[in-house]
């Protein structure tokens, strides 16, 4: 039986490549952008030349900016191949760009995780990538059996990245039945989720060490590299841009959970929830160098999961909350995480610690727990951060 | 003995209320800010410490609002020892499950007011609290914001609210305390109040006897719930109840 994970901000670079490595296990993946239904609607009208001639609605239309990533043929991409690439954040994160250059590794088969993922926080269940039937050359050489998750539903076939139908129309870009087809698809790919990745806002890399900071005692991260300078939030501590943390990182999770949570009812369903999100949202050892209104909203999404978890645990749903020790990035200004970094080049690998993170994030998410009546803040060297 | 100063949110009724007339009892000089204006409370405790008591217009969720009510402070003291961050609302959607349709404009009220409110007005205040000689900022807060003793399956804008404003205070606490600031943050139980719209008979506290303990908390080193004295560890925030009692986050 196929598998289906539906991730909020596939396009930020986290999304993409959780996407990638839950595709490479087997799952199909679904984007989904946290746009309000009517603002996308007036948007896609407006790319059709001003003519006010509204899209015809999807079957599978959640009110979200749904992404069906493309099928994958060779290697899945995610992001790659999509649509309406004009509509999309510019930079090395999206379209075909990630991954393209296959000698640059991407962290996937190179983490360096092996020693310990599925062996410290899951259980006896490894964390590789299905090697049957994958069309990865990378694992071309690869000649065990699948053995990507104790999970009996999840599909050993490579993943797919359903191609996208293009927002704004054009059946040039892609055929009027290619189109056709791909609506059909997004509407069975879609008609069941079985994981709801509530990735929200955009993470960064912390250059030197994503857990640089000891969970027993405190690290002065203005010395850290990577770290928030002290004068870093700058208009982000307004209360336009508190407000708009809270927006971002917990009321649009709880908004995505309130519309897609019919579509994890449905029989067979894993019926898994994972919240992607911050030690910094930690009220015991988050930082104070932290915008004060990113923090906040962080650990709302934290009791968020809780409640969430305190009601439907009892319906068969398992949780994540996951930190995968990366930055929220700073809105609306240049990111100290980034700045240093090749990150505009389009032939820049995704940065190591968003691929390993997202590698064990996939293992993580993916893969059953020994005590699924616990929610856990769990980072990603499968580290447990108190709330 | 000189006169302490503080300002207290949400000083209408309930336990904002009680906070300031036990503080006036004890002689100090209260700014009660006043959200309500037709409320009688304020007025009638006005009449009883004329000298004392200050009424100032405050709404903790307008930006305005906090910078005048400071400002208006700041022609009356130019220190202040105690803020009170008391003033807090809740809703009627609490028990809307995620199965229904939430209210998102109710939880950024909510926010609004529990959890940014009462950041906005320690930053407003902060020059006064300064110059003041206990430095002290006050928060009261729910156990509805621990997220480690959550039980409930809804109360998403009031829940998250609280957690956010733990965060914060603990945000705020990390930042200030090398300066002098000394914190305190508490829950008052659950008190026979009109936070819902109406007054909560059912509740098991009036709020007098949940500001006593809390006045015993946020003012002196002696713990309210075995008369013994304890210094309070300043350089550790915990959220303590009206017994006493800390709560995890």
């Given at each position: 039986m196929n598998r289906t994970a539906w991730i909020l901000n596939l396009h930020e670079p986290f999304g993409a490549a959780l996407g990638r490595e839950l595709m490479s296990r087997g799952w199909n993946v679904i984007g989904g952008e946290p746009t309000d239904p009517d603002t996308r609607e007036e948007r896609s009208a407006a790319a059709k030349n001003g003519s006010g001639e509204l899209p015809e609605p999807r079957a599978a239309d959640d009110g979200w900016g749904s992404t069906i990533a493309p099928e994958s043929v060779s290697p899945p991409v995610p992001g790659g191949d999509l649509s309406d690439e004009e509509e999309r954040p510019s930079g090395w994160t999206h379209g075909a760009h990630i991954g393209e250059n296959r000698d640059i590794p991407t962290g996937t088969g190179s983490s360096g995780l092996e020693d310990f993922e599925g062996s410290v926080a899951f259980g006896p269940e490894s964390n590789a990538r299905p090697k049957a039937g994958t069309t990865d050359p990378a694992y071309a050489e690869e000649t065990q059996a699948p053995s990507h998750g104790a999970d009996p539903n999840a599909s050993n076939e490579a993943g797919a990245f359903v191609p996208a139908e293009p927002e704004d129309g054009n059946s040039d870009r892609t055929g009027g039945s290619a189109a056709a087809s791909s609506e059909a698809r997004t509407s069975g790919a879609a008609s069941r989720i079985d994981l709801l990745v509530l990735n929200a806002g955009e993470m960064a890399p912390v250059f030197?060490?994503?857990?640089?900071?000891?969970i027993e005692g405190k690290t002065d991260e203005s010395s850290v590299p990577g770290g928030w300078p002290a004068d870093s939030a700058g208009q982000e501590d307004t209360t336009a841009g508190r407000l708009q943390d809270y927006e971002t990182y917990a009321l649009t999770p709880l908004r995505a959970v309130e519309r897609l949570l019919p579509r994890m009812n449905a029989e067979g369903g894993l019926k898994r929830i994972c919240f992607i999100s911050s030690r910094e949202g930690s009220i015991s050892v988050g930082e104070a160098h932290m915008p004060i209104g990113r923090a906040m909203a962080h650990t709302a999404l934290h009791m968020q999961a809780k409640l969430l978890f305190n009601d439907l645990r009892r319906e068969g749903y398992t949780f994540r909350l996951y930190d995968p020790g990366l930055r929220p990035k700073l809105s609306g200004g240049s990111n100290p995480q980034t700045g240093?970094?090749?990150?505009?080049?389009?032939?820049?690998?995704?940065?190591a610690p968003i691929a390993e993170s997202a590698r064990f994030a996939a293992g993580l998410f993916a893969n059953p727990h020994a005590n699924e009546d616990r929610l856990v803040l769990t980072g990603s060297r499968g580290e447990e951060w108190p709330f | 003995m000189s006169t302490y100063h503080a300002v207290i949110t949400g000083a209408d009724r309930g336990l904002g209320f009680a906070l300031a007339e036990g503080l006036l009892e004890r002689g100090w000089r209260v700014f009660a800010g006043s959200?309500?204006?037709?409320?009688?409370q304020l007025g009638e405790l006005q009449e009883r410490y004329p000298d004392l008591l200050i009424v100032l217009p405050l709404d903790v969720s307008s930006d305005s609002s906090v910078l005048a009510a400071a400002a208006a402070v700041e022609e009356r003291t130019r220190s202040l020892d105690l803020l009170i961050n008391n003033a807090g609302v809740i809703t009627d959607?609490?028990?809307?499950?995620?199965?229904t349709s939430q209210d998102y404009d109710e939880m950024i009220r909510l926010y609004q007011v529990n959890a940014l409110g009462p950041i906005r007005t320690s930053e407003a205040f902060l020059p006064l609290l300064e110059r003041g000689e206990l430095k002290r900022l006050c928060f009261v807060s729910s156990e509805a914001g621990s997220i480690g003793k959550a039980e409930r399956t809804a109360w998403f804008a009031y829940c998250m609210s609280k957690a956010a404003l733990n965060r914060g205070v603990r945000l705020l606490f990390d930042r200030r305390r090398p300066e002098g600031f000394t914190f305190r943050l508490y829950h008052p139980g659950w008190m026979r109040t009109y936070m819902s719209g109406e007054r909560n008979t059912e509740a098991e506290l009036e709020p007098s006897e949940s500001a006593a303990s809390a006045l015993e908390y946020f003012l002196g080193s002696a713990l309210p719930w075995d008369d013994k004295p304890h210094a309070i560890d300043e350089d550790e925030l915990v959220m303590r109840d009206w017994q006493g009692r800390e709560w995890p986050w």
């Open positions: 030197g060490h994503p857990s640089s900071r000891s240093s970094s090749a990150s505009d080049s389009p032939m820049t690998p995704l940065s | 959200y309500l204006p037709d409320w009688p959607k609490n028990e809307d499950s995620i199965r």
